[in-house]
């Protein structure tokens, strides 16, 4: 199918627009972003807008690419990345909230959503299936795992690992069972998370060490496991912490 542009939106040099695209009335597609197929642009969303940032070369080339089959509602903001040659990245099939804002050299997964009013500072990355209530803001460069999700109006400054629930300052309240039994994750790796959960936050010492002696001694065979306990080795910020609360059972209350 053709793609529709409706009256005033506004596509500059450069743009590559995909199959069966829609442009709303007043969207703007920025020089040099990149639309997949059946990706949906509401009113007054901008996309690949100059970066907030004030030592920004406007003459950098750089873009934005946006996933096939994603939604951008009213006032999505999604600036260019700030690197020559670079994009910031919004993968297929999310789902972008009113006045939602992803600055310059974010990296979003696929399948996530971000409710009204999010904001992702400047080189923020975001796994796949990951959910954002309203109002939550990160801070730049914090990673957010895959499959997390986060409580309305959540203050990130840290990273936050797969699978996990997060609300206020950077606590992280148990795990997303909820979000793992929907995508169809096995019980016995329902198990051997909360076990690696408990073992991670619950264990005195040095949360990178730790997860990595139980990343090597645990006998932990399932992927998402392995992935949970693997996060903790990379990365360079610190991460946020759980409350004691969610010691027993690991929030499958």
Known sequence: MATTLHPTAIVETDAQLGIDCTLHAGAIICRRACLGDRVSVHPYAVIGGDPQDLRFDRTTESGVRIGAGTT????VTVNRSTKVGGFTEIGE??????????????????????????????????GDYTFMGGGV???????????????GNASISRDIPPYVMAAERDEVVGLNLIGLRRRGVSRDAIVELKRAFREVFFTPGNIRAVAATALATGGYASAEARRFLEFFITGKRSFARARRVVEEGSGDE
């Open 72 to 75: 951008l509602r009213e006032y």
């Open 93 to 126: 099939d999310c789902f972008l909230m009113a006045n939602v804002h992803v600055a310059h050299d974010c990296v979003v997964g696929r399948n996530v959503i971000l409710a009204n009013n999010v904001m992702l500072a400047g080189h923020v990355s975001v």
């Open 137 to 151: 803001g990160i801070h730049q460069f914090c990673r957010i795992g895959e499959g997390v999700m986060l409580s």
